[in-house]
């Protein structure tokens, strides 16, 4: 007899049920809604690309993200997305006959090999949009707009919309001396202040520091004590408003080469912004980091403020240089992405685990065999009118047991047909959520027998209109 294999989930995976698909598929549509009001088109790439095209020339930190592998039948080693950015480069290089500007959206997995957490999975669902082909603030301005409207639409209660320029963060890197070839590296760092804070920003810029979730020793970058100290001193600005927060900035960076224009571009978005209305709706913060390597102008972050602790549940930003990995072709781009699955398990512990979502309305019984064509013509005519029903499946079932399975499955009704009723021309209904609620009251069998508490009969030519009164379901 062959060895049985445990059931066990790879680190950083999870199976999906029932509700939380349904959730997600309901966020799913709800974002498509909003990004086709803006004319972004949908697109679709495989999940396996070569690993060369998710690397581009210099693999470094990207390529310890990416599960990769090499296959016999194949000329090159291959790898999981990480993103749905970088195969959207590729897909533009690769189809020159595009009409530009070029905006799409996208959904579907990706891959990275990252350290599970709090609503942080190794695969994971994202949602992004993207224009590629105009280097105008203004298609900043129309993803910080639709994301704005996104998030909005999806009700998510408190948050916090942020952007910030990669020209701001250099400008701060230059004006601390530190090498070009370093400042990815220490922009990773700083990406991480909201969540060690300032000193262990210093820390791991410096020395290093240990991790106070594991005990791991984190290593340091070893940059010198004035580099750190004026990175520091970038770190400390912020003011109550934009219009502060601007000039706090442009009087810190005075004088370092590339800011003026940066700080242009900054003035510019903020116009569009105002114009687009969504200016109260997102706030400049001119610390704001993301880590990924290809971003070259104005970068975007969200946040839950109920949940700091997931991080960003949306970013993104511009990426003039991304394409040029596949084309001598300069094409910029811009865009950013939801995390659908880091988002719907922030929802979860937000509303206590208690939406219930989709999933079948009524379970129509099936307490006696000779009725079997009764019932199916039951499951039948409320499909029709457009309830979604499902008939118990096992015939010789106890009629308990069948009501079991429905409160199992989160069915809130289910109908009653024996002989007696269908002489009566009657269907009995048991508002399940009803009858559990009484059952923690009621304790004496005879009462419960008497109150019957969540049931009633009705007439059975009444059947559709007495549960659409119930579900509320449009005729």
């Known amino acids: 007899m062959a060895r049985r294999i445990d059931p066990i989930l790879a680190k950083g995976m999870r199976d999906l049920l029932g509700a939380p698909i349904r959730r997600r598929q309901a966020m799913i549509d709800r974002l498509r809604g909003v990004f086709e009001r803006y004319g ?24 310890q993200r990416i599960f990769r592998w090499r296959h016999e039948e194949e000329d090159a ?6 993103d749905l950015t970088v195969p959207l480069a590729r897909f533009v290089a690769a189809h020159p006959e595009l009409r530009r500007p070029f905006k799409r959206y996208q959904v579907g997995p990706v891959f990275r090999v990252d350290k599970p957490g709090a609503g942080r999975f190794r695969e994971f669902l994202q949602f992004d949009i993207d224009i590629v082909g105009t280097r ?8 910080l707009a639709a994301m704005s409207e996104a998030l909005g639409e999806l009700g998510l209660g408190a948050h916090t919309l942020r952007w910030n320029h990669r020209g701001i963060l250099n400008g701060a890197l230059r004006r601390a001396g530190i090498d ?12 991480k202040e909201d969540k060690i804070g300032p000193e262990g920003v210093g820390a791991e810029l410096g020395e290093g520091r240990i991790d106070e979730e594991s005990g791991a020793p984190i290593p340091g970058l070893g940059l010198p004590a004035e580099q750190i100290e004026a990175l520091q001193d970038f770190l400390a600005l912020d003011a109550p408003d934009d219009d502060a927060r601007v000039e706090k900035a442009r009087s810190l960076l005075s004088g370092v080469e590339g800011v003026e224009a940066t700080l242009k571009e900054v003035d510019e978005l903020r116009s569009h912004l105002r114009a687009l209305g969504c200016a109260e709706r997102v706030q400049f913060f001119p610390r704001l980091a993301r880590g990924m390597d290809y971003y070259t102008g104005p970068i975007f972050e969200a946040t839950l403020d109920e949940l700091p602790q997931y991080g960003s549940i949306m970013g993104g930003g511009r990426y003039d240089e991304l394409v040029s990995r596949f084309s001598s072709e300069q094409l910029p781009g811009v865009g950013a992405s939801i995390g659908i699955d880091r988002l719907l398990a922030a929802l979860d512990e937000l509303q206590g685990g208690r939406e219930r979502a989709g999933g079948t309305e009524v379970l129509v019984t099936t307490m006696d065999r000779n009725l ?7 499951v039948r005519e409320l499909r029709e ?8 499946l096992k015939p010789k079932a106890r009629l308990g ?24 021309g009657k269907i009995t209904l048991k508002d399940l959520e009803e009858g559990a609620a009484a059952a923690r009251e009621i304790t004496s069998r005879k009462d419960w027998v008497q ?13 559709v209109e007495t549960l659409r009164a119930l579900l509320r379901h449009e005729s």
């Open 385 to 392: 009118a457009g309830f979604r029903a499902e008939i118990h």
């Open 372 to 378: 079997l064509a009764e019932y199916l013509e039951l």
């Open 40 to 63: 972004f088109t949908p697109l679709e790439t495989p999940v396996i690309e070569r690993a060369s095209v998710l690397t581009g020339a210099k693999a470094g930190e990207t390529g």
């Open 401 to 424: 047991d069948q009501l079991k399975y429905a409160s199992f499955w989160g069915i809130p009704y289910a109908l009653i047909l024996g002989e007696d009723e269908r002489a009566q």
């Open 136 to 143: 105008s603030m203004l298609a900043d301005a129309e993803i």
């Open 451 to 463: 109150q019957r508490p969540g049931q009633f009969s009705f007439d059975r030519s009444k059947l």
């Open 180 to 191: 070009v070839s370093r400042q990815t590296e220490v922009i990773r760092v700083i990406d």
């Open 77 to 82: 080693e291959l790898g999981l997305r990480f």
